[in-house]
């Protein structure tokens, strides 16, 4: 794979990653997707090849976004998508980063969902 871009840089460490980390259905995937303007959170049961729940700071639920920060956006993805997953009865998720960096808005979702009660 070509790493000259950062791009693929990022895909092969998301490869590196998901070789490791694999979503049941008892302890599913919570994976992360940063763009420049938004982030969005899925947890994926991987055995089934299904997205659990998802939230972007796109959804319906959070309109209010404007005057936010990406982080603070980043932290209220994190705080819905674990408010959906408890509904869902999911309470323990193990983190993919997805090849970024696990800091700043990754990080806020990570913490958020953290906080709002899911385990990983």
């Given at each position: 794979?070509?790493?000259?871009?950062?791009?693929?840089?990022?895909?092969?460490?998301?490869?590196?990653?998901?070789?490791?980390?694999?979503?049941?259905?008892?302890?599913?995937?919570?994976?992360?997707?940063?763009?420049?303007?938004?982030?969005?959170?899925?947890?994926?049961?991987?055995?089934?090849?299904?997205?659990?729940?998802?939230?972007?700071?796109?959804?319906?639920?959070?309109?209010?976004?404007?005057?936010?920060?990406?982080?603070?956006?980043?932290?209220?993805?994190?705080?819905?998508?674990a408010g959906k997953a408890l509904e869902a009865g999911i309470r323990e998720v193990a983190f993919d980063r997805a090849g970024y960096k696990f800091h700043g808005r990754v990080k806020a979702v990570a913490e958020a969902?953290?906080?709002?009660?899911?385990?990983?």
């Amino acid at each position: 794979m070509d790493t000259r871009t950062k791009t693929a840089a990022r895909t092969k460490r998301h490869h590196r990653i998901r070789r490791r980390i694999q979503g049941t259905p008892q302890r599913p995937r919570l994976v992360v997707h940063r763009s420049l303007k938004n982030i969005y959170a899925q947890i994926i049961d991987d055995v089934a090849g299904r997205t659990l729940v998802a939230a972007g700071t796109d959804s319906a639920e959070l309109k209010d976004l404007k005057d936010m920060t990406k982080t603070d956006a980043a932290r209220a993805v994190g705080e819905l998508v674990a408010g959906k997953a408890l509904e869902a009865g999911i309470r323990e998720v193990a983190f993919d980063r997805a090849g970024y960096k696990f800091h700043g808005r990754v990080k806020a979702v990570a913490e958020a969902a953290r906080k709002a009660g899911l385990e990983f």
